[in-house]
């Protein structure tokens, strides 16, 4: 091996001796008030349930012939959106399969529900499944 390929091989093997963490540790680890994953998901669920159920029962079309479907729908698909993109690990239970949602939405739908909310929900379940 001639010097010129040993030294920067060298340098390399110092540097990294030198900087990485000792044992493996994880920075910021220590941090007992670290935001996490779970603390995102946890806000996105709370963020969805303001604004799709609970929205719908300030401000939506509302009768009780769908009201209950209505509901369950929106709850099922904040609950969707929000693990959305997460992996499984970070995920309490499970989350609604985009063919259960489209059932939940058809029932409410079935039912009269003309709330803009409820139909935009639906609209977008039934263009994800084609």
């Known amino acids: 091996m001639s010097l010129r390929t040993l030294v920067p091989i060298v340098t390399l093997a110092l540097f990294v001796t030198r900087t990485a963490p000792a044992g493996g540790a994880i920075a910021g680890a220590e941090k ?3 935001y996490t994953q779970h603390d995102e998901i946890r ?8 604004t ?9 079309t509302r009768n009780p012939k769908w009201d209950d479907a209505a509901l369950e729908f929106l709850d099922a698909i904040g609950l969707s959106y929000s693990y959305s993109g997460h992996n499984m690990i970070y995920m309490p ?6 063919a259960h949602l489209e059932k939940l939405g058809k029932a409410a739908v079935d039912a009269g529900c003309t ?14 499944l084609n």
């Open 115 to 128: 709330d803009p909310l409820v139909l935009y929900c639906y609209g977008s379940i039934l263009y994800d």
């Open 32 to 34: 007992k008030d670290a």
């Open 93 to 98: 239970g499970p989350v609604p399969s985009p």
């Open 52 to 60: 799709l159920a609970n929205a719908y029962e300030q401000v939506g």
């Open 43 to 50: 806000a996105k669920l709370d963020f969805n349930r303001r």
